[in-house]
């Protein structure tokens, strides 16, 4: 993973904006999830500083989806109301990415549509797989459920959901971390290799502080909220083995916060002010908050611009 600065931690959260998964969308997550984002599409409407983080950070691969979805007659901003990503490696040790997209779907008019278009399916188990625009393909879940991604990502999703590969164990690390924030209105979890990796590239320097090389190997992984309710709202809880190495990284934190306050100016020096860092039982939990206005300066400036690339 590319070199980072502690301030990455935030942005991380910021191309997504989430809430509890349904039945369908949790049955096609494999076993081995590296990652899992939730948007809220309706949380995006109702604020205005989210629709400028949208506009500003939306992923090349969400534009195309949105794009393939006008083509078969689908409003994104009426019909979606949440998206999700998941990221898993096959046994090859390729990353796979797909998404679910939740709503209010007519099934029956897009097939005909399709129908129309003379865009014939492909058949998988007992699901039926469209190509769309973008390379991508397409699949209803249910009625009001719809998989989409590169063929090669969609049927390990089926084969998860179908009995063909270990689906992910809700009593799981990652199970457990969905279960404690899928409620808020933005949330994602990220696995334990992915966190000890976010975390040494987060903590730069700072992680020469401690033997990181130790204390990682005690961090179990990671999960955030966000919310646009009375200003920008982000809580990231690192999920450790013991409140020792919790409180151990914690201290790590506040280091690499007040290295980066000393070269800081204008609006990273606000942004450093409105972080606290601290540690509860076995959990390193970091809060930002920030109202509208300054939040939306910070997307207009250069340092912005670098970390959330």
């Not at 599409?41 to 979805?69: G, H, Q, W």
């Not at 199970?175 to 290799?193: E, F, H, K, T």
């Not at 982000?234 to 409180?247: E, G, K, Q, R, S």
Request: hydrophobic residues 40%.
């Amino acid at each position: 993973m590319k070199r980072i600065s502690w301030f990455m931690v935030l942005l991380m959260a910021m191309p997504v904006f989430g809430s509890a998964l349904g039945t369908s969308a949790r049955s096609v997550i494999p076993a081995e999830a590296q990652q899992v984002i939730c948007v809220d599409y309706r949380a995006l409407k109702n604020s205005s500083t989210a629709m400028a983080l949208k506009d500003r950070v939306l992923p090349d691969n969400m534009k195309a989806f949105e794009t393939s979805l006008k083509a078969v007659g689908i409003n994104p901003d009426q019909d979606v109301e949440q998206l999700t990503f998941a990221s898993y490696r096959n046994k090859d040790n390729t990353l796979q990415i797909f998404g679910i997209a939740q709503g209010t779907f007519s099934v029956k008019k897009i097939t005909a549509k399709l129908a129309l278009k003379k865009i014939k399916g492909v058949k998988y188990h007992d699901s039926v797989l469209y190509p769309m625009s973008g390379g991508q393909d397409m699949v209803f879940l249910d009625e009001s459920t719809m998989l989409f991604g590169q063929r090669t990502a969609i049927k390990g999703a089926l084969d998860a959901r179908d009995g063909y590969r270990q689906p992910l164990d809700i009593s799981s690390q990652m199970g457990d971390m969905m279960n404690s924030v899928q409620n808020g209105p933005v949330w994602s979890v990220l696995d334990q290799l992915g966190t000890q990796n976010m975390m040494r590239s987060t903590l730069g320097d700072a992680a020469k502080l401690a033997d990181y090389d130790t204390v990682k190997k005690r961090i179990l992984g990671s999960n955030y909220i966000m919310d646009f309710q009375n200003g920008v709202n982000f809580d990231l809880d690192i999920v450790t083995n013991d409140p020792m190495t919790a409180a151990t990284l914690s201290s790590v934190l506040k280091a690499g916060v007040m290295f980066r306050k000393m070269n800081a100016s204008g609006v990273e020096k606000v942004a450093l002010d409105s972080v606290t860092v601290d540690s509860s039982s076995a959990d390193l939990k970091l809060h930002f908050k920030s109202d509208e206005k300054r939040f939306q300066s910070l997307l207009q400036s250069e340092l912005f611009a670098t970390v959330s690339r």
